[in-house]
């Protein structure tokens, strides 16, 4: 019996001798990188670091190095001059996937190597979540798929370019050049997000999740809900590029004003620029993402050959767990009930098989184990909400071979 709904992978603390004596001070990472390359998304695992060139004219298409102090490689790949890297590179199924201007291309060697899958126009958006794959598919709107890039579903929304995704619990967020749509079916019905004002029309550049909220980077500014898209305010007043969560913060880069970090809530930010490459005294090159290894920080910051780095512990920050759920079967119908729903203080699970054990796992909106309980022969369980955040959470419950997920909100 599998004993969680996600594989979490094995988390490695900083090592002292991978810090720098200047605290909060980014360096650049180019040894190995052509002059004239423009990175437009990075990507790290364990002590890697994947690159990719958002030009065709200056070198090949995606570079990688197996830590920070190795000189970048290039990626042998049939991506081409012409296949502009569109996309942030995600991992499904061990696998690693980019879009590009020539559809979507995989990786099963950790980077070195590309291949492309059967796509048929450009990506211009890539994600991750459960073992399934979604991809913003030019004006085609949304895709999925289900077996690492070979076949592909429509997810209901079309007529639109997607360049952001992220899924919350059974909330799917897909943001567009000049909309931020959310459905909570799957794709049979769509909602458009039409308050507050400032977020009408923007382009929605990235989407990432921290504790029980979802956060949407736009060329106005950060915006946040609670409440699994149905209401959102706007946190920080930046033309945003690049914004991920790490730990207990949010790191958000911008067109011109660095990066910014904020605190736990996701609603007071600071700036964190010392070493980033500027233009002007107080202008500074447009970060276009920000990525993540065991060790290390990485933004991709537009201009010659610029990728900077700054340890995790030099921002008091640690590895974020990574997941990848693999379950066995997941169906909707297995019989389990939870209530209240909302909850505040607890949240009751009802069970009406009990012969085998269950185990019944909290996620937060990034897939993080927040917290467990078990069952055997008993027809309920309780768990406990104390110290958890208020926002939209999902509850895995295992029992046997068979597996769901449920959503909960939860109020304080």
Same mark, same amino acid.
């Given at each position: 019996?599998?004993?969680?709904?996600?594989?979490?992978?094995?988390?490695?603390?900083?090592?002292?001798?991978?810090?720098?004596?200047?605290?909060?001070?980014?360096?650049?990472?180019?040894?190995?990188?052509?002059?004239?390359?423009?990175?437009?998304?990075?990507?790290?695992?364990?002590?890697?670091?994947?690159?990719?060139?958002?030009?065709?004219?200056?070198?090949?298409?995606?570079?990688?190095?197996?830590?920070?102090?190795?000189?970048?490689?290039?990626?042998?790949?049939?991506?081409?001059?012409?296949?502009?890297?569109?996309?942030?590179?995600?991992?499904?199924?061990?696998?690693?996937?980019?879009?590009?201007?020539?559809?979507?291309?995989?990786?099963?060697?950790?980077?070195?190597?590309?291949?492309?899958?059967?796509?048929?126009?450009?990506?211009?958006?890539?994600?991750?979540?459960?073992?399934?794959?979604?991809?913003?598919?030019?004006?085609?709107?949304?895709?999925?798929?289900?077996?690492?890039?070979?076949?592909?579903?429509?997810?209901?929304?079309?007529?639109?370019?997607?360049?952001?995704?992220?899924? =919350?619990?059974?909330?799917?967020?897909?943001?567009?050049?000049? =909309?931020?749509?959310?459905?909570?079916?799957?794709?049979?019905?769509?909602?458009?997000?039409?308050?507050?004002?400032?977020?009408?029309?923007?382009?929605?550049?990235?989407?990432?999740?921290?504790?029980?909220?979802?956060?949407?980077?736009?060329?106005?500014?950060?915006?946040?809900?609670?409440?699994?898209?149905?209401?959102?305010?706007?946190?920080?007043?930046?033309?945003?590029?690049?914004?991920?969560?790490?730990?207990?913060?949010?790191?958000?880069?911008?067109?011109?004003?660095?990066?910014?970090?904020?605190?736990?809530?996701?609603?007071?930010?600071?700036?964190?620029?010392?070493?980033?490459?500027?233009?002007?005294?107080?202008?500074?090159?447009?970060?276009?993402?920000?990525?993540?290894?065991?060790?290390?920080?990485?933004?991709?910051?537009?201009?010659?050959?610029?990728?900077?780095?700054?340890?995790?512990?030099?921002?008091?920050?640690?590895?974020?767990?990574?997941?990848?759920?693999?379950?066995?079967?997941?169906?909707?119908?297995?019989?389990?009930?939870?209530?209240?729903?909302?909850?505040?203080?607890?949240?009751?699970?009802?069970?009406?098989?009990?012969?085998?054990?269950?185990?019944?796992?909290?996620?937060?909106?990034?897939?993080?184990?927040?917290?467990?309980?078990?069952?055997?022969?008993?027809?309920?369980?309780?768990?406990?909400?104390?110290?958890?955040?208020?926002?939209?959470?999902?509850?895995?419950?295992?029992?046997?071979?068979?597996?769901?997920?449920?959503?909960?909100?939860?109020?304080?």
């Amino acid at each position: 019996m599998r004993t969680n709904i996600y594989t979490i992978a094995t988390i490695a603390l900083l090592a002292l001798t991978t810090m720098h004596t200047d605290a909060q001070t980014w360096r650049g990472k180019h040894n190995g990188l052509p002059t004239g390359l423009s990175p437009k998304s990075v990507y790290g695992e364990g002590t890697r670091i994947l690159v990719t060139n958002s030009t065709g004219f200056s070198g090949n298409q995606v570079y990688y190095t197996p830590d920070s102090s190795t000189a970048y490689n290039y990626s042998a790949s049939t991506i081409g001059l012409y296949a502009t890297p569109e996309s942030h590179i995600v991992k499904c199924m061990n696998v690693l996937f980019i879009g590009s201007s020539g559809g979507i291309f995989k990786s099963h060697d950790n980077g070195k190597t590309w291949s492309a899958t059967p796509t048929i126009t450009a990506a211009y958006s890539i994600y991750s979540i459960h073992d399934t794959l979604y991809a913003g598919i030019s004006i085609l709107g949304l895709k999925m798929s289900v077996d690492t890039g070979n076949t592909w579903t429509d997810v209901g929304i079309s007529g639109t370019t997607v360049v952001s995704i992220f899924k =919350s619990g059974l909330t799917l967020y897909a943001g567009g050049t000049s =909309s931020l749509q959310y459905t909570n079916d799957g794709g049979t019905t769509w909602n458009s997000v039409t308050a507050p004002s400032s977020i009408l029309s923007a382009a929605v550049t990235d989407i990432a999740g921290l504790g029980g909220s979802v956060y949407a980077g736009t060329n106005n500014g950060v915006y946040k809900t609670s409440d699994a898209g149905r209401t959102w305010a706007r946190v920080l007043a930046q033309s945003i590029f690049g914004l991920t969560a790490i730990d207990t913060t949010l790191l958000a880069g911008t067109s011109g004003s660095g990066i910014y970090m904020s605190d736990a809530t996701g609603t007071n930010w600071n700036q964190i620029n010392s070493g980033l490459p500027h233009t002007g005294v107080s202008s500074y090159n447009t970060i276009n993402a920000i990525a993540y290894n065991d060790q290390l920080i990485m933004c991709a910051a537009g201009g010659d050959s610029s990728v900077y780095i700054i340890g995790l512990g030099e921002l008091g920050l640690h590895p974020t767990m990574a997941t990848t759920a693999t379950p066995n079967k997941v169906k909707d119908e297995v019989a389990a009930t939870i209530y209240p729903n909302p909850a505040k203080d607890e949240v009751t699970i009802s069970l009406n098989s009990t012969a085998e054990p269950t185990i019944i796992t909290l996620y937060d909106v990034t897939g993080h184990n927040i917290r467990s309980v078990s069952a055997h022969n008993v027809p309920s369980v309780t768990m406990s909400l104390s110290n958890i955040s208020a926002g939209v959470y999902s509850v895995g419950i295992i029992t046997g071979n068979d597996q769901t997920i449920k959503k909960l909100v939860i109020t304080k």
